[in-house]
């Protein structure tokens, strides 16, 4: 059964752009489009998404749509506070997001503190985010908190990811039709199903989750293993 859904949110600018709107509406209207799709997501027995929400590379992007999407961020994890609590809804983040400015910073503490008892749904959103640097920081806290001369296990090294109790993805979903995993969730992802629409973040809603959900329920899962016959 599929619990776990992790999506590259991709497409905002270039939704945005085929309706002569600044890239920065673009991901206001995908900001919007997560409460649809976690409603969605909850409704077919979903427990958890994990969102890609702004990439280590994206700090590259230029100033006025980096500011952009900070503002939005800040905004996003106060006007959606209420409804997390009203559903449920525990909100996390993964990532270097001490990098983030601290207006955003705050306010992502703030949902993260009121809804950290909740237990319907989980959010986990990847911000100042990438795959590499999630291995690397792990395993440099090893080398500042290990004091065993053993070798690390798998086991051991997902001890000290960012979030070690987060179970992997079953399904990897991205949207905006680019055929990559873009440096994301790069040691959970190791056996998850993968799921490209083209359809840009801010259109894809509860009949395209439903589509990948379907498109993964249909799909053989043998772990590296060999089917019984």
């Known amino acids: 059964m599929i ?17 002569g709107l600044s890239r920065s509406e673009g991901h206001l209207a995908g900001a919007r489009n997560i409460g649809k799709v976690v409603d969605a997501a909850a409704e077919m027995g979903i427990e958890s998404l994990t969102l890609y929400a702004f990439s280590t590379e994206n700090w590259k992007r230029p100033e006025p749509e980096v500011t952009a999407l900070m503002q939005i961020l800040k905004e996003f994890a106060t006007s959606e506070l209420p409804a997390m609590m009203k559903n449920g809804v525990r909100l996390r983040t993964i990532g270097r997001t001490g990098d983030l400015p601290l207006a955003s910073r705050l306010a992502l503490l703030k949902a993260i503190d009121m809804t950290k008892n909740n237990t319907k749904f989980t959010i986990n959103i990847a911000l100042s985010y990438g795959g590499r640097a999630e291995i690397v920081d792990a395993v440099n806290k090893i080398l500042k908190e290990r004091q065993s001369d053993e070798p690390v296990t798998e086991e051991e090294f997902r001890n000290y990811l960012y979030l070690p109790d987060m179970p992997d993805p079953d399904l990897l979903i991205r949207t905006g039709g680019n055929l990559r995993v873009s440096n994301f969730l790069l040691w959970q992802i190791s056996y998850s199903e993968l799921y490209v629409t083209p359809t840009y973040w801010p259109d894809f809603g509860k009949e395209e989750l439903a589509q990948a959900i379907d498109s993964f329920s249909g799909r053989e899962r043998r772990f590296g293993g060999l089917n019984k016959k």
């Open 3 to 19: 619990k776990h859904i992790a999506i590259i949110m991709d497409g905002n600018g270039r939704w945005a752009e085929a309706r």
